[in-house]
Structure formats: structure tokens, C-alpha cells
């Protein structure tokens, strides 16, 4: 089971998504919480808001009108530290968006915007509290998901309020947004969250976002899914790797269904395609190593060339891992084959893909 991990903070006001869920290496969830806010009539027509995250304090300014010329400041009492921002014209649902860092201790600020309105200068300011957030973290204890009732079991390192739940199902839509309530449950104590999978539907991806009381809180997407196909009985030319027409109908086929799968779940989980190379034991094993990498690529190739436009790795194990058992020098049809998967992440530990190292296709 894969998983992308994400730490967020912030008070306990709520959490907006602002990304698309399952993109390893990027967002999971909005990692932003909405701490503070105000609106003012007086001498400018807009409203701001601030999210704060562990890295980031995030302003944003709306207007329901023209605004022009517009400076933003942002000071701390006590000190001589200012951020100054500006923006020459602000349209009615546009937004002028600013950030500064999170400060590591907490302090007084004030927010000043100046502006032109109908021809006339105006100015609005407000004062708010900021300081570090304390990042809460948890970690994944157990879980069974295989089944109707699927669960896990999480820890916490602070107290436990709620764990926020999305599960994704792999016909590509959401199929549960629930809150299970700990109600303050000690720091360490297992957490355990379960829900009813839907007949005919398989677990594509879960989301968690587990809140402490203190209203920190930290998100995680885990992506049990995968779909491995494997064709055999390849017919390469000896020491070739090209793709013979009598395989070309075949692998065609699978392309079609490889690319209807990944267009089906590509909203929610970040889609890759993994091809494996293996060869019978005719020859040296370090040639058929390479000749099977040489192979695995002309099949991730031809995929390609079928409308198959998610990025596509390769590896050859030539004769390392055998579908049937032979001596040396036994040539073997079944053992002429190729194994593809989708899925979120690299197959590592796989007993039928015994490596890591994937090489892209350009």
C-alpha cells in the first residue's frame, strides 16, 4: 500500500480541499487552515482572510467592486519587521493573494490595505495574532482492507479530536466523506476507523486527515490499488526486440484497457504504468537481462504509440524470475513475457519484479 504524506497545522475552524486528491509529490490536501478573518466596509469595499500553514501565512483580499492602486503591509508590534505588497488593479472576483513566513513565536501584527475607490483613497486595518503551529503526526498501526468492511488503526501524538475520512472507490468517485469522533482519546491510544465498501466496487484510495483537540492537523493518502496484467508467449525474433504483427492485436488490446482504467482514476491517484521484460534461459543470463530491458521498452513504446499518454517505465529481469521452472538453456514460451501494472508507485518489493531500478520512457 502506497502512501503520500502531507503535515498541515492550524486552529480548528475548518479545512478547504485545494487540490486534486492522490497526486504523489504534491498537494493531498489543502494544507491551509482558515485562522482569521474580517471584513470591512470602512473606506474600502473588501474582505481578507488568512490561512496559516507550518511554513506559510497565506492573505488573501476580494472585493465586490474596482479597486486600483492598492498597498498591503503587513507589521509585527514591537518590531521593525514589515512585508509590503501591492496590487495596481483588483477586479470584482478576482483575488490579491500574499504570503509571509510563519513566525516562530507568536506576537501582535496589524494588516493595513490602502487603495483607490470610485476615485477616492481609503484604508482598512486590522489587528490579529500569529505564531508557530504545532504540527500534530500520526502514524498507520494496522489494517485490513480487503472485503465489505474494511478498517485501520491509527495513533496520534496528541490528543485525538476527529479523524476525517474519504474513500475513493476504483470506478474513479467518491463513495464516503465521514468524521469519526475520538473526543479527545490520550496521545498514543489506538484509533480505529472502519466503513462499509459498496458491493462491486473496489478500494481505489483513502484519504485521512486526523484533527488533535488542539486543532492541528496532519493528511495522508494511502493507494492500495493496483491493476497487473501479463501476456505470454511473446514471439520476438531471436535477439530482437521488435514487436512481431502476430503480437501486435493482442497488445493492442491491452493498451485500449490499460488507458480506459487510468483515464477512469487519473482525478484521484497519479497514474503510471510499469512494464517488466523476462526471457526463457536460452543464452547468457546478463544478455538476456539486457535483451529483456531492450524488449520491456519496445512494448512501453508500442503502448505509447495506442494513446497510452501516462508516463511509462521499463525494466528487463531477463531470466531472474522464471514462470515455469527450467534447466539453462531451455527455450520456454511461457517464460517469453512481459508483466505491465498501473499504479500509484514504483513495485518495489514485488517477487515478480525484483528491483528498483525503472527507467522512464522519453
Not at 210 to 227: D, E, I
Not at 267 to 293: C, F, H, M, P
Request: some cysteine; overall charge negative.
Amino acid at each position: 500500500m502506497e502512501t503520500v504524506v502531507v503535515s498541515c497545522a492550524g486552529l480548528r475552524r475548518g479545512f478547504a480541499d485545494r487540490g486534486r486528491l492522490g497526486v504523489l509529490g504534491a498537494l493531498v490536501f489543502a494544507c491551509a487552515i482558515s485562522v482569521a478573518g474580517a471584513a470591512s466596509a470602512d473606506g474600502l469595499p473588501l474582505g481578507w482572510s488568512f490561512d496559516q500553514t507550518d511554513n506559510e501565512v497565506r492573505f488573501t483580499v476580494t472585493t465586490e467592486y474596482l479597486l486600483e492602486d492598492l498597498e498591503a503591509e503587513v507589521r509585527r508590534s514591537g518590531s521593525s519587521r514589515r512585508w509590503r505588497f501591492s496590487e495596481s488593479r483588483l477586479r470584482p472576483g478576482e483575488a490579491f493573494e500574499f504570503s509571509i513566513p510563519t513566525p516562530d513565536s507568536h506576537g501582535e501584527y496589524t494588516l493595513t490595505i490602502s487603495g483607490e475607490y470610485e476615485g477616492e483613497d481609503g484604508e482598512v486595518s486590522a489587528d490579529f495574532e500569529l505564531g508557530p503551529v504545532d504540527v500534530v503526526e500520526f502514524e498507520m498501526q494496522s489494517y485490513a482492507l480487503e472485503g465489505a468492511n474494511p478498517s485501520f488503526v491509527i495513533t496520534m501524538t496528541q490528543p485525538a479530536d476527529r479523524v476525517e475520512l474519504r474513500v475513493i472507490g476504483d470506478n474513479g468517485e467518491v463513495i464516503l466523506e465521514r468524521a469519526t469522533p475520538f473526543s479527545g482519546a490520550d496521545a498514543g491510544s489506538p484509533l480505529r476507523v472502519g466503513w462499509s465498501q459498496p458491493p462491486g466496487i473496489g478500494l481505489l484510495a483513502f484519504d485521512v486527515r486526523a484533527y488533535s483537540t488542539s486543532g492541528s492537523y496532519n493528511s495522508r493518502q494511502y493507494v492500495p490499488w493496483h491493476l497487473d496484467g501479463e501476456v505470454r508467449d511473446l514471439n520476438f525474433e531471436f535477439g530482437s526486440a521488435e514487436i512481431q504483427e502476430s503480437d501486435r492485436a493482442r497488445l493492442r488490446e491491452a493498451a485500449r484497457q490499460l488507458t480506459e482504467v487510468a483515464s477512469r482514476v487519473d482525478e484521484w491517484i497519479d497514474v503510471k504504468l510499469y512494464v517488466a521484460g523476462y526471457t526463457d534461459t536460452v543464452g547468457a543470463a546478463s544478455s538476456n537481462r539486457r535483451l529483456s530491458q531492450q524488449r520491456a521498452r519496445s512494448i512501453g513504446e508500442f503502448m505509447r504509440g495506442e494513446g497510452f499518454r501516462w508516463p511509462i517505465f521499463y525494466q528487463g529481469f531477463g531470466e531472474a524470475v522464471l514462470a515455469e521452472e527450467t534447466a539453462d538453456g531451455v527455450e520456454n514460451a511461457e517464460n517469453r513475457r512481459a508483466i505491465y501494472t498501473i499504479r500509484h508507485a514504483a513495485p518495489d518489493g514485488d517477487p515478480s519484479m525484483p528491483g528498483s531500478n525503472w527507467h522512464a520512457l522519453r
